[in-house]
C-alpha cells in the first residue's frame, strides 16, 4: 500500500525568502510522485512530477523537488517566494499496484506568503 | 484550450434530491475519475474509468455511480444525497490510466446537501 504524509499543515515565509514544503512517502513499488498546487476556487495544477529519471526535478515558477529514497522524501522548495505562490499544495504518491487508483493524496500544506 | 469543465460549479440542495456532477474533457484522455476534497483528507477517489464502458470503484464510492458512455463525458451521480456528501469534487483525466502520467482537473463542483 502507499501512503503520502505532508508533515506542515501550513507554512507561513516572507516575500523572497526560500520555501520548504516536507512530503514523505512510502510504497511498495518504483512510485511516481508529484507536486499539485491548488488556488482558491482553483482545480489542482500540475507542478513537477518525478518518474525515475533524474532526481531533482524542475517545475513550473521555478519550484524544484528533490527525490530521495533512502529518505522516502520528496520536499517541494523555491529558493524565493513570491505573494502569488500564496495557495494549497499536495504532494501526490502513484505506483503500479493499484492500476486505475493510482493516486494518493498527502493531506495537504497551506503556504501563507507575508508582504 | 485543452480542459476538463464540470457543471455545476455550485449546488446547494436537500437530501434525496437526486442530482448529476457533469465532467466533460477534450482531450481525448482515456481515463477519468472522479474526487473528493475534505479539509485535512486531501483528495480521495471515488470512482475511475479506464475508459470507455469501463468503471470500477474508488476509496470512497458508498452512495456515488457513475457512467462512461462517451469517452469525453464522465457523469457523476448521487441517487439519495446525505449531508455527509457535502464537499468538494473535483473531475480529472489523463491520456491513459498509468501511474506516471499527471493528470487534468477541472475546476471543482461544490456541494451543499441540507
Known amino acids: 500500500a502507499q501512503s503520502v504524509t505532508q508533515l506542515d499543515s501550513h507554512v507561513s515565509v516572507s516575500e523572497g525568502t526560500p520555501v520548504l514544503l516536507r512530503c514523505n512517502y512510502s510504497?511498495?513499488?518504483?512510485?511516481?510522485l508529484f507536486w499539485y498546487v491548488q488556488h482558491p476556487n482553483k482545480g489542482l495544477q500540475l507542478l513537477l512530477k518525478?518518474?525515475?529519471?533524474?532526481?531533482l526535478v524542475k517545475g513550473i515558477n521555478g519550484f524544484e523537488a528533490e527525490f530521495k529514497k533512502s529518505e522516502t522524501s520528496f520536499h517541494l522548495t523555491k529558493p524565493s517566494a513570491h505573494m502569488s505562490d500564496a495557495a494549497e499544495y499536495f504532494c501526490?504518491?502513484?505506483?503500479?499496484?493499484?492500476?486505475?487508483?493510482?493516486?494518493?493524496f498527502g493531506g495537504g500544506t497551506r503556504l501563507m506568503v507575508k508582504p | 484550450e485543452a480542459q476538463v469543465t464540470q457543471n455545476p460549479r455550485y449546488l446547494i440542495t436537500v437530501t434525496g434530491k437526486k442530482l448529476t456532477v457533469t465532467c466533460s474533457q477534450n482531450?481525448?484522455?482515456?481515463?477519468m475519475s472522479w474526487y473528493r476534497q475534505d479539509p485535512g483528507l486531501g483528495l480521495r477517489q471515488i470512482y475511475y474509468?479506464?475508459?470507455?464502458?469501463?468503471?470500477d470503484k474508488g476509496d470512497v464510492p458508498e452512495g456515488y455511480k457513475v457512467s462512461r458512455k462517451e469517452k469525453r463525458n464522465f457523469p457523476l451521480i448521487l441517487e439519495s444525497p446525505s449531508p455527509n456528501q457535502t464537499s468538494l469534487y473535483f473531475c480529472?483525466?489523463?491520456?491513459?490510466?498509468?501511474?506516471?502520467?499527471?493528470?487534468?482537473f477541472g475546476d471543482g463542483t461544490r456541494l451543499s446537501i441540507l
Open positions: 482531450m481525448n484522455h482515456e481515463y
Open positions: 518525478y518518474t525515475s529519471a533524474a532526481t
Open positions: 501526490v504518491v502513484s505506483d503500479l499496484e493499484n492500476a486505475g487508483n493510482m493516486l494518493t
Open positions: 480529472a483525466s489523463s491520456f491513459e490510466g498509468r501511474s506516471n502520467q499527471p493528470q487534468h
Open positions: 510504497s511498495s513499488y518504483s512510485p511516481s
Open positions: 474509468s479506464m475508459n470507455v464502458e469501463v468503471t
